[in-house]
């Protein structure tokens, strides 16, 4: 099996579960070593743990290393720099995924007036402020990157131009991919590319946790005030995961830094499929 990313170290946040897990194993299974972090170290009611996705990667043929590091603890992350630079001396790839969402959850489609004031600070803090200290702890590691160069993903999504489920959380989508834009002028000359991808409906274990079946058998998610959104088709966490690990692969990455990328643009691009052998990839291949 190929392995474009062999010898290669990342970091990817918030990787117990979800679109983080996805993102690390592909990683993992294009060869890199990958720092994994998160705070989930024993199971719970949704299903995931670091150790166990670390474990899932090194299966896959890459290098998985669980950090149990809470995001919201700036020692914490510069701590868990240190480390990889101890070890590894360097940093070839950043994924800022870490996200909170489970908070999200429950203030879905609520007007800003009736939010909590703790809506905008766990939304922003843990998704947008979050990315930024692990910016600033990883880039003096991505400067010794190897060559061609390194790349910063921040995981973001639509609710950056368009409405989505709430303020506090539109607010910090677009405020990550300004930040994004405006990271990759700083380290353009460094050689480091930055780029904000984002995933469409992505089925992840929380998700699959509210589902239901219909009469008609598909599988269905009911959000409040948004509607009922089927998930039969929607993305695995490691259809983001193959997205990412092409961009990390691609030489000429540093050419689209800035800007924004759909996980449905990069399986055009890149021809990739979702695990089942769907998605735009496979269009491609067959000429559809």
């Not at 592909?26 to 890199?32: K, R």
């Not at 166990?52 to 669980?66: D, K, N, W, Y």
């Not at 603890?73 to 995924?97: C, M, S, Y």
């Not at 703790?118 to 939304?123: L, M, P, R, S």
Request: net charge negative.
């Amino acid at each position: 099996m190929s392995q474009p990313l062999s010898g290669k170290v990342a970091v990817v946040t918030g990787a117990s579960r979800g679109v983080g897990k996805g993102i690390a194993l592909e990683l993992g299974a294009a060869g890199a070593t990958v720092y994994l972090t998160g705070r989930t170290v024993a199971p719970g009611p949704l299903p995931g743990t670091i150790s166990e996705t670390a474990a899932e990667v090194t299966a896959l043929g890459g290098t998985g290393i669980p950090v149990q590091c809470d995001h919201h603890d700036d020692e914490q992350v510069a701590a868990l720099f240190g480390r990889v630079d101890a070890e590894q001396g360097r940093l070839d790839i950043l994924v800022n995924n870490v996200f909170s969402a489970p908070d999200l959850a429950q203030w879905l489609h609520k007007p800003f007036w009736e939010l909590p004031l703790q809506a905008w600070d766990q939304v922003l803090g843990i998704g947008l402020r979050s990315h930024y200290v692990a910016g600033v702890y990883a880039a003096p590691l991505l400067f010794k990157a190897q060559r061609p160069g390194a790349v910063v993903v921040n995981i973001s999504s639509s609710g950056a131009v368009s409405y989505g489920h709430n303020v506090v959380y539109g607010v910090g989508k677009a405020a990550l991919d300004k930040m994004t834009a405006d990271m990759a002028v700083e380290l353009q000359p460094h050689g480091v590319a930055v780029i904000s991808v984002w995933p469409g409906l992505v089925r992840t274990e929380l998700l699959a946790s509210g589902a239901r079946t219909t009469d008609d058998g598909r599988t269905v998610v009911d959000i409040p005030g948004e509607g009922t959104f089927d998930i039969t088709h929607a993305e695995s966490p490691r259809f983001v995961g193959r997205g990412v690990a092409a961009l990390a692969a691609d030489p000429e990455t540093l050419d689209r830094s800035g800007g924004t990328q759909t996980t449905a643009d990069l399986a055009t691009r890149y021809g990739f499929t979702d695990v089942d052998g769907t998605g735009p990839g496979a269009r491609l291949r067959t000429g559809a």
